[in-house]
């Protein structure tokens, strides 16, 4: 009996001991293969009640077996964070990988760039994705790592605003400029390390002199970040009739309307990936959030107008953007442009897809993009995260000077296209006479004058090309 008590005992914490086991094995190993990964690792609380196997398994123990090693998803921290990660799997960042490859011409890009995670992947890699299909590419796969940087996972490095700026920067999302130098960011540059970082975020407020883009868009530590405009910065239910029509144009340069106004295959796309709101409900649930976050430093009074007159900047700037979509459209519709060779790509022709980024077929359409994504983007970003010189100069200012450029192409080419038109009608004109005046070029070649007449033919032609401009 007392033998099978033993027995019974040693059977129960068989996965403690090979736990502990395996950990001095990954430990001894690593220390010497990969030292900086193992300092890391013992650096943080996670280094005192994990074990190296709880995230990549048992099946590598031995530089025979680094294949059999298992990388973790998302669902491998859930497994202890459930709350946190089922936040995160409602909120924006869960689908930034399916975004990625939603976009039309993310397929024909170099590899490296997406799943090498060398470009855009690099940031998307964010996003929900499973242990499958990474034979080639399979690191990156979990996204909670993005913030809470492997192997330390540090939460007071996660909820400094820096943690933010490796992707939140530059072309199309520059908040990091826009916060950092705005007079919240500047408060934070000068007194934040003074700040309490171990501190959670529902007791921020108690040491913070100033808000960071945690406190603001994690509030209370809720991993569900979320926005009333999100990145495309549209609603598809809107109370302004003018606002709404200016909206249908930005909506076809999406394709997600066709030329029509009628919802396209990629309507059905926007709602799950969180790229718009669909009814003013949607928009208004985090509206009202971000009021009470803005809420806890300003007045709701401010905090109201201050968010109110960003929504009015991107009203501004869809004015000046949805001009610019229906003057490249029209130069489609009109023939002037060549219809595109990817034409049975495009949900929404003659109106040109932005979504194509840089793979567009013609320089105007190039400005469209770069207007849509760069200009248009930081004209309402910038308002809403307080930034008056990022507003004026690096959206408003060259969001109308692209448009005017926009204009003068528009013009040049209508003017290429009816000068081509002229000449190729005076061709023709002159190509029929020619046939019918054949049989008579011998004989008027020796009427009396006839030489005279060529001579003042000559000089007049001469005349006119020089008339033209030659």
């Not at 849509?372 to 200012?397: I, L, P, T």
């Not at 926009?406 to 190729?424: M, P, Q, T, Y």
Request: net charge negative; aromatic share 10%; hydrophobic share 35%.
């Amino acid at each position: 009996m007392k033998r099978l008590f033993v027995l019974l005992v040693l059977i129960l914490l068989t996965p403690f001991l090979v736990g502990s086991a395996a950990a001095s094995i990954c430990i001894d190993c690593h220390s010497e293969i990969t030292p900086e990964i193992v300092r890391d690792f013992k650096s943080g609380a996670m280094g005192d009640d994990v074990d190296c196997s709880d995230c990549h398994g048992f099946a590598h123990s031995s530089a025979d077996t680094v294949d059999k090693v298992k990388m973790p998803t998302h669902e491998t921290c859930g497994a202890c964070h459930a709350e946190q990660d089922s936040q995160y799997m409602d909120g924006k960042h869960s689908i930034a990988w399916t975004a990625l490859f939603a976009m039309p011409t993310t397929k024909d890009q170099p590899k490296e760039l997406m799943e090498g995670q060398k470009g855009c992947g690099g940031c998307h890699k964010m996003g929900a994705k499973d242990e499958t299909g990474w034979d080639e590419y399979h690191y990156g796969v979990v996204g909670c790592d993005n913030c809470h940087t492997r192997h330390s996972f540090s939460v007071e490095e996660a909820r400094r605003p820096e943690a933010c700026m490796t992707c939140h920067q530059g072309f199309d999302h520059a908040q990091w400029e826009m916060y950092s130098t705005s007079k919240h960011g500047v408060i934070y540059l000068t007194e934040g390390d003074d700040w309490d970082w171990s501190a959670p975020l529902s007791e921020a407020k108690e040491s913070y002199t100033s808000p960071t883009c945690q406190m603001c868009h994690i509030s209370g530590g809720d991993h569900k970040v979320i926005t009333s405009w999100g990145f495309l910065g549209v609603r598809v239910e809107e109370p302004d009739a003018e606002w709404a029509e200016d909206r249908a144009s930005v909506l076809k340069s999406f394709g997600v309307l066709d030329a029509d106004g009628n919802p396209t295959a990629r309507f059905d796309l926007i709602g799950p990936a969180k790229l718009a709101r669909l009814t003013m409900d949607e928009w208004n649930e985090p509206r009202e959030k971000m009021i009470t976050v803005c809420g806890d430093c300003h007045s709701e009074e401010f905090a109201r107008i201050s968010l109110e007159e960003g929504d009015q900047m991107l009203r501004e700037a869809d004015r000046v953007y949805a001009e610019s979509v229906e003057t490249v459209a029209a130069l489609h519709r009109d023939g002037i442009l060549p219809e595109p060779d990817y034409i049975d790509e495009l949900q929404s022709y003659p109106y040109p897809d932005v979504l194509r980024f840089y793979d567009q077929s013609h320089t105007i359409e190039e400005d469209l993009w770069v207007m849509w994504m760069k200009y248009r983007m930081r004209c309402f970003q910038s308002a809403f995260h307080a930034n008056a010189d990022q507003e004026q100069w690096y959206g408003w200012g060259p969001l109308k000077e692209t448009a005017v450029k926009i204009k003068s192409e528009d013009k040049r080419l209508r003017a290429e296209a009816e000068l081509a038109e002229a000449v190729g009608a005076e061709g023709t004109k002159e190509t029929t006479g020619t046939a019918g005046a054949a049989e008579g070029e011998a004989d008027a070649a020796n009427s009396p004058g006839f030489g005279a007449v060529v001579s003042f033919a000559s000089i007049l032609a001469l005349f006119v090309w020089l008339r033209r401009g030659g």
